[in-house]
């Protein structure tokens, strides 16, 4: 079973930045494909970001790219999302998820159903 613990969040200015980080244990944190995903109030969970096991390959929701960064750590066995140029729309409970993978399945995907971990997550708000 894989544990995910995410931190970071909190309350930041528009056009300030954060970054998250989600921490996994419980498997080896090289063979996992990462994302983050968001939920506002009243809206669907939604994706952000997504990092392969190898890190080589990663994908961004348009209205954050450019913006936002996904990267992993596979020695601290930590992903991070570092987040700039925030605007309120940004303002949402930030989950971190998880899935295994086979060496050859270097890839990402934006399907919340596709991953089977998934952190408690971290409010992120933006005031205007």
């Known amino acids: 079973q894989v544990q995910l613990v995410e931190s970071g969040g909190g309350l930041v200015q528009a056009g300030g930045s954060l970054r998250l980080s989600c921490a996994a244990s419980?498997?080896?944190?090289?063979?996992?494909?990462m994302a983050w995903f968001r939920q506002a109030p009243g809206s669907e969970r939604e994706f952000v970001a997504a990092i392969s096991w190898s890190g080589g390959s990663t994908d961004y929701t348009d209205s954050v790219e450019g913006r936002f960064t996904i990267s992993r750590d596979n020695r601290k066995n930590t992903v991070y999302l570092q987040m700039n140029s925030l605007t309120p729309e940004d303002t949402a409970v930030y989950f971190c998820?998880?899935?295994?993978?086979?060496?050859?399945?270097?890839?990402?995907?934006?399907?919340?159903?596709?991953?089977?971990?998934w952190g408690q997550g971290t409010q992120v708000t933006v005031s205007s």
């Open positions: 998820a998880a899935v295994k993978r086979e060496y050859y399945e270097d890839y990402t995907t934006n399907f919340d159903f596709d991953y089977r971990h």
């Open positions: 419980g498997q080896t944190f090289g063979s996992l494909s």
